[in-house]
């Protein structure tokens, strides 16, 4: 049990706010006095003054309960994720049936659907189906409802890491203190809300200003693949298949928004969950669906076969640049990394030795407490990480809150490990391996080192002042 917090309110515990406005359920005895302890699980327990311990339900947040409070995300943001629904999805869908039927085609938009390796192999789990199998079949359903083309965002992903590695030699190497260590990773929009929102201009400055794969797919798709086929940005509407909602928000974002024509880099962020319920609507199981050939212009496959990245589940950013910077910066070719795991199994480190001396210092924090915590050392000087890779959820991506969900917590855990196992199986490839990047470097980018290569595969952050919740303030 957490001394320190044992006459402290609970809520769900999915966010940061300290005064949530759905809290845990007390149920009170006229002339009874209790407390609340929090056990080491997480476990919420009312004790009476008896000492006898009742076990506390978690309170149920859905995502509108969530943005209703306030802590985290403002009016116009709520606004906005409004529109990343599948009834979204649907209502352009439909709009391109009418205007086909009515021969005015020059008004039907190019729908373009992007799906995350993630959000794959949680449907996978779910449907007792092979990655590969689960990608044709998702490729079928999405070209049914009337998708012209369906991409896998590993690709992109090839772009994040590539850059991220970069950026981090870089940042290594330079005795800037715009740029200061540890890097912290930037694929995670949940994270990045809440240091925008709770820890401002200190903490930004540490992150990675590489677009997450998302975003990356964002620019090639509005810009590259609308130029190959000939029609403007805003006549292609670009989907996302993501493992999270906070992805809604990061596609929000005013960064990803073209003045010109006024449209954004991804149109519309639908979870796996929502793919799920989009079968339900359609009266189909997944495993019913004819497949379909996968799109291999921006996809991530070799021959027949899907390709992955080696270290876990939520991107592999720390496998990548711990390998990337101990050959370049040491010479030293890694066959394996070593994570040694901490506190809990969601923060891990991994370090470089060379003549005994540690030289790299990389640390994983997956989860709230364990990224206050690494941000805590931050503001007092007293991180030893060179890098850190942090993610928002517990056990990274692959249990984003948009993943797929049976309801049941031991049957959810299972879906989980099958998850996990059906990731690690897919074949993997580095991403100087992949033979298209260097192409679209040239063709597309104008080079590495160019103003379009930095504009389209980074951006910026910003400090939001956080604004009073009314509903906050002890009166």
Not at 25 to 50: F, L, N, R, W
Not at 302 to 329: D, M, P
Not at 423 to 432: F, H, I, N
């Amino acid at each position: 049990m957490d001394q320190g917090k044992e006459n402290a309110t609970p809520c769900c515990g999915e966010c940061d706010t300290k005064e949530c406005i759905k809290p845990v359920k007390v149920e009170k005895t006229p002339g009874e006095v209790g407390t609340i302890k929090i056990h080491d699980d997480g476990s919420y327990m009312q004790v009476a003054q008896t000492g006898e311990e009742v076990k506390l339900q978690k309170a149920k947040i859905t995502l509108n309960d969530c943005l209703a409070c306030s802590g985290c995300i403002t009016s116009a943001e709520a606004v906005l994720i409004t529109q990343q629904s599948q009834d979204e999805l649907y209502r352009v869908l439909q709009h391109n049936n009418t205007a086909v039927q009515d021969g005015r085609t020059a008004q039907e938009k190019l729908v373009v659907v992007s799906i995350s390796p993630q959000s794959r192999t949680s449907l996978a789990a779910r449907y007792s189906l092979s990655s590969v199998d689960t990608a044709r079949k998702l490729t079928g359903f999405f070209k049914q409802l009337g998708a012209h083309y369906v991409f896998d965002t590993t690709f992109t992903r090839d772009f994040s890491l590539l850059e991220t590695q970069r950026e981090f030699i870089q940042r290594f190497q330079s005795k800037d203190t715009s740029t200061p260590l540890p890097m912290l990773a930037s694929a995670c929009p949940g994270w990045i809300c809440y240091a925008e929102k709770t820890h401002g201009e200190y903490v930004l400055p540490y992150i990675s200003t590489t677009k997450s794969p998302q975003q990356v797919m964002g620019s090639l798709v509005k810009d590259h693949f609308s130029k190959q086929q000939g029609k403007p940005p805003d006549q292609i509407y670009h989907v996302t298949v993501m493992p999270c909602f906070d992805k809604k928000l990061e596609a929000s974002r005013e960064d990803f928004y073209n003045d010109v024509y006024r449209t954004r880099d991804v149109d519309c962020v639908i979870t796996s969950g929502e793919v799920e319920a989009m079968l339900e609507k359609e009266g189909l199981s997944l495993a019913d669906v004819s497949p379909a050939h996968l799109d291999t212009m921006f996809s991530s496959t070799s021959g027949a076969e899907l390709l992955s990245h080696v270290g876990g589940g939520s991107g592999g950013y720390l496998e990548h640049i711990f390998r990337y910077a101990a050959k370049e910066l040491f010479g030293q070719e890694l066959q394996s990394v070593n994570y040694k795991t901490l506190r809990n199994k969601d923060f891990k480190e991994v370090t470089l030795e060379v003549e005994g001396k540690v030289v790299l210092k990389f640390a994983l924090a997956y989860g709230f407490r364990n990224i206050q915590n690494m941000v805590q050392k931050i503001k007092r000087g007293k991180s030893p990480y060179h890098f850190v890779e942090v993610m928002a959820c517990p056990s990274g991506c692959l249990n984003g809150g948009g993943q797929v969900r049976i309801g049941d917590k031991e049957a959810d855990k299972d879906l989980l490990t099958r998850a996990e196992e059906l990731y690690q199986a897919l074949p993997v490839r580095t991403p100087e391996e992949n033979p298209l990047l260097e192409g679209l470097y040239t063709e597309w980018l104008q080079g590495r080192d160019s103003e379009k290569a930095h504009r389209m595969l980074h951006t910026e952050y910003h400090p939001v002042e956080k604004m009073t919740n009314a509903l906050a303030i002890k009166w």
